[in-house]
C-alpha cells in the first residue's frame, strides 16, 4: 500500500545546527514526493516538492533528493535558524492525485 | 490572489448535533481536496472533487460525512451527527489543472479545528 514513514519527532537543536529529518516512503505508480511545513498558527505550505528520480528539490535553503533505489525524500538545511521551528511533513502522490502524508516532525530551534 | 480559505476556524459542538465546514478553494482552481488529522496523527485524505464531480471519495470515514460542491467553487463538508473520534484539525486544498498531474502542487488552507465534546 502506500504509506510514508518520517522521523518521530520533536528534534531540537540550537541555531546553525545541521537539519536532517528522514523520510522514506511506499507507493504505486511512480510517485511526486513533497515537504510541506506548518509554521505555528498557521495551515499546511509546500517547502520543496520532487517529480521524478534524481531531482532535487530545495527553497529557503532546504533541500530534498528523491531517491528512488531507497524509497527516500530525506530534508536537509545546512543552518537552521529560529524561524524555522514548526511542523514538517512529508508526502507523496503514489495514490493517485491525492497525498499521503508522514505523522510529521516537529523542529524546534533555540538560540 | 487570494489563498484557500476555510470557515470556521474552529467549532467546538457537543456528540450528536451537526456541524458543516467550508472551503473556498483558489479561484480558477478545478481540484478540490479534504484532508483530516486527527489527534497529532498523519493527515488522511478523505474525498477530491474535479469542478463539481467527486473524482475519489475513498477516505470518506462512514456515511455521517456529506460533501458536497456545488457550482464547482466552495465546498463544504457536512459531519451529521458528530462523534468524539471526528474531533481533529480539517484541511483544505485546491490545485489548478483539470487533468490533475500527480505533480501538480495542492495549496492549504488554515485548517477547521473540531472539538466534539
Known amino acids: 500500500g502506500n504509506s510514508v514513514t518520517q522521523m518521530e519527532g520533536p528534534v531540537t537543536l540550537s541555531e546553525e545546527a545541521f537539519l536532517t529529518i528522514n523520510c522514506t516512503y511506499t507507493?504505486?505508480?511512480?510517485?511526486?514526493l513533497f515537504w510541506y511545513v506548518q509554521y505555528p498558527g498557521e495551515g499546511l505550505q509546500l517547502l520543496l516538492k520532487?517529480?521524478?528520480?534524481?531531482d532535487k528539490g530545495s527553497n529557503k535553503g532546504f533541500e530534498a533528493t528523491y531517491r528512488k533505489e531507497t524509497t527516500s525524500f530525506h530534508l536537509e538545511k545546512g543552518s537552521v535558524q529560529v524561524s524555522d521551528s514548526a511542523v514538517y511533513f512529508c508526502?507523496?502522490?503514489?495514490?493517485?492525485?491525492?497525498?499521503?502524508f508522514g505523522t510529521g516532525t516537529q523542529l524546534k530551534v533555540e538560540l | 490572489e487570494a489563498g484557500v480559505t476555510q470557515f470556521p476556524s474552529h467549532s467546538v459542538i457537543e456528540k450528536g448535533q451537526t456541524v458543516t465546514l467550508r472551503c473556498d478553494p483558489i479561484?480558477?482552481?478545478?481540484?478540490l481536496y479534504w484532508y483530516r488529522r486527527v489527534m497529532g496523527k498523519e493527515i488522511k485524505f478523505l474525498l477530491h472533487?474535479?469542478?463539481?464531480?467527486?473524482?475519489?471519495e475513498s477516505g470518506m470515514p462512514n456515511n455521517r460525512f456529506l460533501a458536497e460542491r456545488t457550482g464547482g467553487t466552495y465546498s463544504t463538508l457536512k459531519v451529521q451527527p458528530a462523534e468524539l473520534e471526528d474531533s481533529g484539525v480539517y484541511f483544505c486544498?485546491?490545485?489548478?489543472?483539470?487533468?490533475?498531474?500527480?505533480?501538480?502542487?495542492?495549496?492549504f488552507g488554515p485548517g477547521t479545528r473540531l472539538t466534539v465534546l
Open positions: 486544498a485546491s490545485s489548478h489543472r483539470v487533468s490533475g498531474s500527480s505533480g501538480d502542487t495542492q495549496y
Open positions: 507507493a504505486t505508480g511512480y510517485p511526486s
Open positions: 520532487a517529480t521524478k528520480a534524481d
Open positions: 508526502a507523496h502522490t503514489g495514490g493517485g492525485n491525492k497525498l499521503t
Open positions: 479561484s480558477g482552481h478545478d481540484n
Open positions: 472533487f474535479v469542478k463539481e464531480s467527486k473524482q475519489d
